[in-house]
């Protein structure tokens, strides 16, 4: 394709990509560094990285090994840069996406500080309307979606909110320069976010106390320094690594069992359990262990128990022990720690438990809950986010006939492919609802290569509009829950399926049936989903 291919000359731009993480500067630089598109970025926050733009806490870390959390396209940008352990802190992974961006000149496409708050499918001309918060209004033929889906902020609104006179930050919107040194700090939360931040914190601080409404399985992270032979051995396999990676499940780049947990012997469970628990990892535990702790209750009880079993060991308090063990199925994102559960034998640190004392309102001096008052100078908010639709349904996002995003998904966000949906022609989602629960770059990676080679053909085929049929939306999301359903992590209130803000919808909001299969549909039978118009506003099904 030639440079600047435009698809229309009278709209602003081929395409506008919203969102400057992982998914929006993969997406900006396919559509114009590869097919030569006019793109417009747009981006909320001050700079590129997205997630690791705004997720500055301490302790901030991915759990994601660092081999796999980068992109796969460019083989010698997987030579060139390198790391240092096998996890990566926030600012390791910031470094990298704005390497990403200066290395592929995406930051002459963006725009930041702008906030997208309509984008509107004009069905006279067949294009995208997209206004910012500054009041720009610009045109283009596709629109690709990479808000995120851990990216919206959940912020639970306690009674007396603005009445605190102490400091309040909330994970996700971490701002520079904060000291927590010697300061009487709360921290309500305890999900993967929470055990990073509290384990990272209770070091610094005078007092620590964490607000826990749901205890927590979690598992080491094993999070070590890999030297420069692990690190060339890895870069020297790196083919091999990312087919393995495309091909699996969880796209974790470890190697997952199919061996049921009650095949073996009980001793031999043990042992696995604890090799496992030893090289650290959730998701290495959790898929890496058995085949069926993640879909059979039994399997997923023997993996619940040794993990409460540690807690047990390591948790010297009874009472705190007892108040960190989880009761119910090993069920959500598993979550993995650097002494988590070895942070309550600190001194400095206690614990309360809101399920059995909620909280009931903030106060000048801190928190209250029905067993006492807790006095803080700072409290913090790792109460995650309005997973997956959340940056979506606070847009005023239309479709055709007008249709608002927030109005379809009414019972529930829906995506074929976790990519598109009907009635939003040439809209493309990057991480949209049903889409693969997994590692997340090669799923990104997946999505935005799948919307490139879709945009392209449409250019060279001289196609006007894509969108899905209603019957492939309905399928798709019916495979969705039958897959989901079919493990335990339906049976959680987590934000996997929307259970974790008060008033969403709990519904499916993941395909579950692992990259590699999702791969291959994609390949083998996603365009059978598909409608393509030829000419404006002429519907000719292909
Ligand atoms: P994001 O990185 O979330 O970027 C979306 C961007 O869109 C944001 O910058 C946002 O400001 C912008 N945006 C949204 N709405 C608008 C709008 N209306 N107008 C303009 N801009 C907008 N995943 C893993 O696979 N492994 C991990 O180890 C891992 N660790 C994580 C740790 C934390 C603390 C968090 C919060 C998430 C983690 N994730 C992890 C998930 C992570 O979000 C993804 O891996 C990945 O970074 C998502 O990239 P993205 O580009 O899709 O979205
Ligand atoms: P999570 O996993 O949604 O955890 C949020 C935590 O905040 C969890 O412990 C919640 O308890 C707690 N929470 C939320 N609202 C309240 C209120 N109102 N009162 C008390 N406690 C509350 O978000 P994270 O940021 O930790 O992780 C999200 C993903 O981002 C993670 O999986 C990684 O992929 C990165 P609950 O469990 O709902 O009872």
Request: net charge negative.
């Amino acid at each position: 394709m030639s440079e600047n291919n435009r698809v229309n000359v009278g709209l602003d731009f081929d395409a506008v990509v919203i969102g400057a993480g992982f998914g929006g500067l993969y997406a900006v630089h396919k559509l114009q560094n590869e097919l030569g598109l006019s793109v417009c970025g747009y981006e909320k926050g001050g700079d590129v990285g997205g997630t690791w733009y705004w997720n500055r806490y301490p302790g901030a870390l991915s759990d994601s090994e660092s081999f796999v959390y980068r992109y796969s396209f460019d083989k010698e940008l997987l030579q060139e840069w390198t790391w240092e352990s096998n996890y990566l802190t926030q600012k390791e992974v910031l470094n990298y996406l704005t390497h990403v961006a200066e290395r592929y000149d995406l930051y002459r496409s963006y725009q930041f500080n702008r906030e997208i708050k309509a984008a509107q499918y004009n069905e006279e001309g067949d294009y995208w309307e997209v206004t910012t918060d500054k009041g720009d209004t610009v045109t283009a033929k596709y629109l690709v979606t990479g808000l995120g889906l851990l990216s919206s902020t959940n912020k639970p609104m306690f009674k007396g909110n603005e009445i605190f006179q102490g400091e309040q930050y909330h994970t996700g919107a971490w701002p520079d320069g904060v000291s927590l040194e010697g300061k009487r700090v709360g921290v309500i939360g305890t999900g993967s976010t929470g055990i990073q931040l509290i384990t990272a914190i209770a070091p610094q601080c005078g007092h620590l106390t964490v607000f826990q409404r749901t205890p927590q399985y979690s598992v080491p992270l094993g999070k070590r320094p890999q030297s420069e032979e692990e690190i060339n051995e890895i870069k020297a396999n790196y083919d091999k690594i990312w087919d393995q990676v495309k091909n699996s499940a969880t796209a974790f780049g470890y190697e997952e069992s199919d061996v049921p947990a009650f095949s073996v012997s009980e001793e031999e469970r043990e042992r696995i359990f604890e090799e496992y628990w030893n090289k650290g990892n959730g998701f290495r535990f959790m898929f890496g262990t058995f085949g069926d702790i993640a879909t059979d209750t039994e399997a997923n009880e023997a993996a619940a128990s040794f993990i409460r079993k540690k807690i047990n060991q390591i948790v010297k308090d009874k009472e705190t022990a007892e108040k960190l063990t989880p009761q119910e199925l090993y069920a959500r994102r598993p979550a993995a720690d650097n002494g988590y559960y070895e942070t309550f034998n600190r001194g400095n640190v206690s614990l309360v438990d809101v399920k059995q004392n909620p909280i009931q309102e903030l106060t000048p001096k801190g928190v209250k809950t029905t067993d006492g008052e807790y006095d803080l100078d700072v409290l913090i908010y790792a109460t995650g986010f309005d997973a997956v639709e959340g940056n979506y349904v606070k847009m005023d996002l239309r479709g055709r006939n007008g249709v608002a995003i927030q109005d379809k998904w009414e019972d529930g966000p829906t995506g074929y492919l976790g990519i598109m949906n009907t009635d939003f022609p040439n809209m493309f989602m990057i991480l949209g609802p049903n889409g693969p629960f997994t590692n997340l770059v090669p799923t990104i990676g997946t999505q935005v290569e799948w919307i490139s080679d879709m945009v392209k053909q449409m250019v060279e085929n001289n196609l006007n509009t894509v969108e899905p049929t209603a019957d492939a939306e309905s399928e798709w999301l019916e495979t969705c829950r039958t897959i989901a359903d079919a493990t335990v992590f339906s049976s959680a209130q987590s934000w996997i399926f929307g259970a974790n803000v008060p008033g969403k919808k709990s519904a499916v909001r993941f395909y579950m049936g692992g990259l590699g299969n999702f791969r291959k549909f994609l390949e083998e039978s996603s365009i059978e989903g598909l409608v393509f118009n030829k000419e404006r506003n002429k519907v000719t099904q292909e």
